[in-house]
């Protein structure tokens, strides 16, 4: 149904489609979105048929906006996290299967944690990968601030965290974090040939392939993460970030010592 937050399309046997379904709001994850996404990672983890998953955002001119900032305005913003596994069930959960971003247009703040915590991207021409999370007084606190160091040279990672400002697909992809720059409107083909690559490969060997390649790629991501949430924390009870949530929910310039 097209009312969906989160959409799934199977391509074929082994190949399943996942679209974020809210291009009004730049398919920006709410709480009910985020556990839309969760129940369909767990389902796509336990289905043996399912050997790729390519992850999209609907309408085509942003991949995702991250998390919802009216919900964490609101005060809710722990809640679009599902439990240890993080928001969508997809930032922090150990998965099995290979998930390739296939990103249209700009995948900012949450938006490009969610492409990172993906195992490949796909992105069209005019895509733009950005954490700005620091404009708001916080960190990109679902694994950016850590996997961007990792997909990117650290100069140029530290430059995004701290200043807020985006790059584009093709300077992304110049650094090894993008595999592919196309067309954007062959962004989801791209992808979806990508996948077909892979599922044509045994599921073990991908699987312990995958498994080795990640815990090369993420030793002690645990003690990362447990700093990476101890700061959020603490910069979610500072009066600065306080008022610049204020801010935003009410459309207004934050009144803060910062601005």
Request: hydrophobic fraction near 45%; proline fraction near 3%.
């Amino acid at each position: 149904m097209q009312d969906e937050l989160v959409l799934t399309q199977r391509v074929d046997k082994h190949i399943l489609v996942v679209i974020l379904n809210r291009p009004e709001k730049r398919n920006a994850i709410n709480i009910a979105a985020s556990q839309a996404l969760a129940d369909i990672v767990q389902r796509a983890e336990q289905d043996d048929s399912v050997r790729v998953v390519v992850l999209t955002g609907a309408g085509g001119k942003c991949f995702s906006a991250g998390a919802d900032l009216e919900d964490i305005a609101a005060g809710r913003g722990h809640e679009i996290a599902i439990g240890d596994a993080g928001m969508g069930g997809l930032m922090f959960v150990h998965r099995n299967k290979p998930w390739i971003a296939a990103v249209r247009g700009n995948a900012l703040g949450g938006g490009m944690e969610l492409a990172l915590a993906c195992d490949m991207i796909v992105a069209g021409q005019g895509a733009a990968f950005g954490l700005p999370e620091v404009r708001h007084g916080l960190i990109a606190a679902a694994g950016g601030v850590y996997r961007a160091v990792r997909s990117l040279p650290k100069a140029l990672a530290i430059e995004m965290l701290t200043t807020g400002l985006p790059i584009s697909a093709q300077r992304a992809h110049a650094h090894g974090m993008v595999n592919h720059v196309v067309g954007d409107d062959d962004v989801v083909a791209c992808a979806l040939r990508l996948a077909d690559s892979i599922a044509a490969n045994p599921p073990a060997a991908v699987g312990e392939s995958l498994r080795i390649a990640r815990c090369a790629a993420d030793q002690d991501e645990d003690t990362l993460r447990t700093m990476m949430m101890d700061a959020a924390t603490r910069l979610l009870g500072s009066d600065d970030t306080q008022e610049s949530l204020r801010a935003f929910r009410a459309k207004q310039a934050p009144r803060s010592s910062l601005h």
